[in-house]
């Protein structure tokens, strides 16, 4: 925390960058494609420069494997960053559109042009991804930024700061490090648009803010994404598929797989291969934790994984799998629950960490009333080869994303959105949808110089009143 002194002096500061930044918006408003792409390849290389920095600081935050940082976190900014350059001169045209007969004497396009002053407020579990690609997406489009990281993973928020410096001026953007009055202090700032990642009990917080200013928001929050696994799946793929993406940053993904509904019949080979995966991914001896397998992220969140474990067990769950924890080392296995009741506490909050309840149903039917009892998902994940079973997941649930056969994926395929719905987020982005999400789409209209309007002025004779009855019968 900051004396009192201090935090005067860097509120102060925080109101300057603020402003400047504001006073600088109209000039970057006018900067050309060109411009943009090369402040995002500047961005990109000084961000490859600085690979080391980068894992040294996830490692020291979250005990991140390397392997895992460069499939994760740089491979994900550079798929971001590139695919901006390569489309953002098309992006920032305008469009042409249609005109109706009745005004066939004007013409008409929309216009993007760029939002303003945005703040990015990203969180712990990938703290550089996150980051950077909604940053890549508010360069792209023109805009100001400020960046308030978590103060969670201060090693990866040091080295956002020095990638910044390198790369742009404070009035351009600027990273802003410290704890939550220092984001409270900015969500009292009327910026045009606020993109958050985080939990939704947070979201609500920043929606209410936004509220204040009428700021435009992009949430990007959490929810439990439920995987179901029908009889026709094969379930050796749908296995190591979910055990990898579980269990990637110790379940500390906002799209990880939350629980699992699974159709008896398959219930139990799930669980085996399940355990298999486990164990081929991270070793045997799973009590002692792997170099593959990084923390969690701090004590608070420890003792809440531990404290959801030790209740799921009191109400009649069964560790199939992991179980174990280690305090000190912040480290809890991976772990597969079942006999999982649907009215375990597990159930009812975001897991976010290595926990993975398996629930028995009698058929996908009973896997889409389950889901559609709770609140919308992030993501929804369905291994199924009946094709009956894959339109109907589709067509009667509501979720952020559904993936057939996989999980996690569709988050980096640029030309997919990202984002929720309602409890799991509000908008989306990635790609053109993040350009969208930071820019206005300003609606233009030419008029020539002639408009039979001139016929319809006041006063409105009996002639005018047929003419307009005429008028509307036929356009």
């Known amino acids: 925390m900051f004396y009192k ?6 509120v102060q500061h925080i109101d300057n960058t603020f402003k400047s930044q504001q006073k600088n918006c109209v000039s970057l408003s006018l900067t050309s494609s060109k411009q943009r792409k090369v402040k995002i390849q500047n961005l990109l290389n000084n961000f490859l420069a600085m690979e080391e920095e980068v894992l040294s600081a996830l490692s020291k935050d979250l005990g991140k494997s390397k392997t895992e940082v460069y499939l994760a976190e740089i491979l994900g900014v550079k798929t971001e960053a590139l695919f901006a350059i390569k489309n953002i001169k098309k992006w920032m045209k305008k469009r042409r559109v249609p005109t109706p007969l009745s005004i066939s004497f004007t013409k008409s396009w929309v216009k993007p042009e ?8 990203s969180p712990w579990n990938y703290p550089i991804m996150l980051c950077l690609n909604p940053l890549i997406a508010a360069i792209a489009a023109g805009n100001t930024a400020i960046i308030k990281p978590s103060e969670l993973t201060p090693e990866s928020g040091k080295v956002l700061q020095e990638l910044i410096k390198r790369t742009f001026s404070e009035n351009e953007v600027s990273v802003i490090l410290g704890e939550k009055s220092v984001a409270e202090k900015l969500l009292t700032l009327p910026f045009n648009h606020i993109l958050f990642t985080g939990s939704p009990e947070i979201g609500k917080i920043v929606m209410r803010a936004a509220a204040k200013h009428l700021s435009g928001v992009t949430l990007e929050l959490g929810g439990k994404s439920p995987t179901v696994v029908d009889s026709s799946a094969n379930i050796k793929d749908a296995a190591w598929k979910i055990a990898f993406f579980k269990f990637a940053n110790a379940g500390q993904t906002c799209t990880a797989p939350d629980y ?3 159709e008896e019949s398959v219930h139990e080979k799930l669980v085996q291969e399940l355990n298999k995966n486990i164990i081929h991914f991270f070793g045997g001896n799973i009590q002692a934790g792997s170099k593959d397998y990084c923390s969690i992220a701090n004590e608070l969140h420890f003792n809440r994984l531990e404290t959801m474990l030790e209740e799921s067990k009191n109400n009649g769950a069964v560790v199939a799998c992991g179980g174990n924890k280690n305090k000190k080392e912040l480290y ?19 897991i976010f960490g290595p926990l993975l309840p398996v629930i028995k149903v009698k058929g996908v039917n009973e896997a889409i009333n389950y889901i559609n009892g709770k609140p919308k998902p992030l993501a929804l994940y369905l291994f199924s080869k009946n094709k009956t079973n894959q339109n109907l997941v589709l067509n009667s649930t509501s979720s952020g994303g559904l993936v057939i056969n996989d999980c996690v994926l569709h988050h ?12 799991s987020g509000v908008g989306s982005y990635h790609g053109k949808f993040g350009f969208d999400a930071f820019s206005h789409q300003k609606a233009v209209m030419e008029s020539s110089g002639f408009s039979p309007f001139k016929l319809m002025l006041p006063p409105y004779t009996e002639t005018k009143v047929r003419l307009a009855n005429l008028i509307k019968k036929f356009f």
């Open 5 to 10: 002194n201090s935090y005067i002096i860097y």
């Open 114 to 121: 760029p939002k303003g002053s945005v703040l990015i407020i």
């Open 260 to 262: 699992i509904l699974c």
């Open 332 to 350: 809890i296995s991976p772990t597969v629950l079942t006999g999982v009741q649907p009215e375990n506490p597990i159930l009812s909050e975001e």
């Open 412 to 423: 980096t395929n640029p030309n997919l959105p990202f984002g929720g719905i309602n409890n």
